[in-house]
């Protein structure tokens, strides 16, 4: 009997009524004779309160560092929630289901709270509640430490939960069931011209993922490809049973028959930038500065140094997460004396924009009408980064929506 993933998240479990709708959708799976393992996330809205009550933010109770194990206890309850509530409303329509946390199944995880790695999930027990004919809902986006606390995978994580479970039962298929009814050429909230793709390779959906389209996990994208987990991307305000063809495949490059240079567009205002002036420029500075950061656990994205007016010195930018600016800012800072610079700061309005495509590996010019483009809107570009199949560029943020339709029109994506 095939065994299937469906995945559901924050929107699609929203009320009563959307989970209702959930559990119409999955009792069709197993009517129609399919072993079906589903995760949930929290209902919209429930994580970013539990963050609030942790963070410092207006009525917190602590200013939790989300490293605090404590901070992973609360902020893994919402899912709790959910799964008991489909299981419950799954019952109610006479199909067997169980809830399952994820310290019963158990997906343990590494020790780094608040952005934990999955290393194992023992999928026997899972496996013969499934072959035993009832549906397994699980919490999604947490984990249990070897030690045994919970731990959660990172915010939108549950998108990951669904396709380690996928990998470890060996589900023929992840569907993941969002409030769009696929992958699209760039967010379709920022772009109305944006076009659903039928199929995206897992090396594309990955960048994409990591520079900003948040309809998957960054990490989800990484299992499914190191596991060769077929996933798809589909909308869970289908009518039951009706999945069919909908939706997005992501798969190997090689299953996609309509060869594109440019798959989409992605951005992140999730940027702030860190200029350094007058650094001394001799060998060793780099190091320093860039040592001090890893050794800090800051991770650092974009770089880019270049002549100072002055004889011997250099200018340096460089790229982290925003959450990430200020201890940074005072890591360059602590390290003055010892690297000897004339002066830094910090700016946190800026946004990177990415194009993204398997086929720029063997095009060129895919620059030129990036650059093009841009120039043609007026848009500065502060810093730029390349691989392989993407290009991004650093932009002052009030330019992002700007930028991305621009791109979009400039590379045909409205007309695919
Ligand atoms: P869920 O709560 O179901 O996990 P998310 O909000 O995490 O859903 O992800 C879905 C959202 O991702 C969409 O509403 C859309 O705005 C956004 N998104 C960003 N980039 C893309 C893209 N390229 N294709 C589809 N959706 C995208
Ligand atoms: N509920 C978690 C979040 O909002 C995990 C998820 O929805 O994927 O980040
Ligand atoms: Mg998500």
């Known amino acids: 009997m095939s065994r299937l993933v469906m995945k559901f998240g924050g929107t699609s479990v929203a009320d009563l009524d959307r989970i209702r709708r959930v559990a119409a959708l999955v009792a069709a799976e197993t009517a129609a004779g399919r072993r079906v393992a589903v995760v949930v996330s929290a209902m919209a809205g429930k994580t970013n309160e539990l963050v609030a009550w942790t963070d410092g933010a207006g009525e917190a109770i602590a200013d939790l560092p989300v490293s605090d194990d404590e901070y992973d206890t609360v902020v893994a309850s919402g899912e709790q929630v959910t799964a008991g509530l489909l299981a419950m409303t799954l019952r109610n329509m006479g199909v067997s289901a169980r809830s399952w946390m994820g310290w019963q199944i158990p997906i343990i995880t590494d020790e780094a709270h608040g952005r934990a790695r999955i290393d194992e999930i023992p999928g026997e027990a ?85 520079l900003g389209a948040k309809v998957l996990h960054t990490r989800s994208v990484e299992m499914a490809m190191a596991h060769g987990v077929p996933v798809r991307v589909l909308s869970s305000f289908v009518e039951p049973g009706q999945a069919g063809e909908m939706g997005t495949i992501v798969c190997d490059e090689e299953e996609i028959v309509e060869k594109r240079i440019v798959s989409g567009v992605a951005f992140s205002r999730d940027e702030a930038k860190i200029s350094l002036f007058g650094l001394p420029d001799h060998p060793g500075v780099s190091s320093e500065i860039f040592g001090r950061l890893a050794d800090a656990n800051v991770n650092v994205d974009m770089i880019v140094q270049s002549h100072a007016h002055r004889e011997g010195a250099a200018n340096m930018e460089f790229t982290v997460g925003k959450r990430d600016s200020a201890r940074a800012l005072e890591i360059v800072r602590g390290a003055k004396d010892v690297i000897g610079f004339d002066d830094v700061a910090v700016n946190d309005d800026v946004a990177k924009v990415s194009v993204i495509g398997v086929g720029m590996r063997s095009h060129a010019g895919v620059a030129k009408t990036m650059f093009g483009a841009l120039a043609e809107k007026g848009v500065n570009i502060q810093v730029i980064s390349t691989s392989e199949i993407k290009i991004s560029v650093l932009i002052d943020s009030a330019y992002t929506e700007l930028a991305v339709r621009a791109l979009h029109a400039a590379y045909g994506l409205d007309q695919l």
């Open 126 to 210: 899972l496996g013969a509640a499934l072959d035993g004919g009832e549906v397994a809902v699980i919490a999604g986006f947490q984990g249990v430490t070897r030690d045994g606390r919970i731990s959660t995978l990172g915010r939108g994580g549950s998108d990951t939960t669904a396709v380690a479970i996928a990998a470890a039962i060996k589900a023929n298929c992840c569907d993941i069931y969002t409030d769009v009814d696929g992958v699209y050429t760039t967010d379709p909230r920022i772009e109305s011209k944006a076009r659903r793709l039928a199929r995206i390779s897992y090396e594309e959906m990955l960048e994409m993922a990591s």
